[in-house]
């Protein structure tokens, strides 16, 4: 049981490219997120995806896009990278839709350590 | 989900009780109150969570006031390994999850 796995684990690029962040979870959970960690900083909410075929935006939205592309997987893509987007990025997932205690526990991955020059 | 409001830092001496409070005057009746922790750069993790009674397992305790306003996260004889960053967070029937800022517990030998 892996949990939530992320690729790629670190990622350089250059101002204006592009890339995709890969999130996957096998724990049959609803609802996936996106946040992102600057140093020493809390989490901020990039998007979230409540179920299958929904995506919302959370706190900071701006200049990245989702795909929930099944139950499993949420992509998270840099259309032209910044380097105010130089970040930790972490997926999460849950069972979101009750309120059964212990139903909200969110799992975190590893994290994708993103370095924009 | 109700905002959450947590102190930056705490020290703490190896082997003591750290109590973590977290401040939660906005949340409303079917909302729990989550914990987590994240060390060093990891993913965080889970600790404990609880609606209106005090919860306690293996890792942590978890007390919340009578008007569900505020908490305390109770590590009862803490380690060096506690030295992470935690996080109080409120989670119901809404569909985001946002978190605070967290407090920087530091264990000192």
């Known amino acids: 049981n892996a949990g939530v796995t992320q690729t790629p684990k670190f990622q350089v690029l250059k101002t204006g490219q592009s890339m995709t962040l890969q999130c996957a979870q096998d724990m049959n959970h609803n609802s996936m997120y996106w946040y992102r960690q600057d140093p020493g900083m809390g989490l901020r909410l990039i998007y979230y995806s409540a179920s299958e075929g929904t995506t919302d935006k959370g706190e900071v939205p701006n200049g990245y896009n989702v795909s929930r592309l099944n139950k499993r997987e949420f992509s998270l893509r840099l259309e032209s990278a910044a380097p105010s987007q130089t970040s930790v990025y972490f997926c999460?997932?849950?069972?979101?839709?009750?309120?059964?205690?212990?139903?909200?526990?969110?799992?975190f991955g590893a994290g994708s350590r993103l370095t924009v020059l | 989900d109700a905002k959450t409001t947590q102190p930056p830092s705490m020290d703490c001496a190896e082997g003591r009780a750290a109590n973590l409070p977290c401040n939660h005057s906005t949340i409303s009746g079917n909302e729990y109150v989550y914990w987590y922790r994240q060390i060093h750069s990891q993913g965080p993790q889970y600790i404990i969570h609880?609606?209106?009674n005090n919860e306690t397992n293996e890792m942590a305790s978890l007390i919340i006031t009578e008007d569900r306003k505020s908490s305390t996260l109770i590590l009862p004889h803490a380690t060096l390994r506690d030295t992470a960053v935690y996080y109080c967070t409120v989670s119901g029937s809404a569909r985001q999850l946002t978190f605070g800022s967290g407090t920087q517990l530091t264990v000192l030998p």
């Open positions: 609880g609606l209106k």
């Open positions: 999460a997932s849950r069972n979101y839709g009750t309120v059964v205690s212990g139903a909200n526990v969110l799992t």
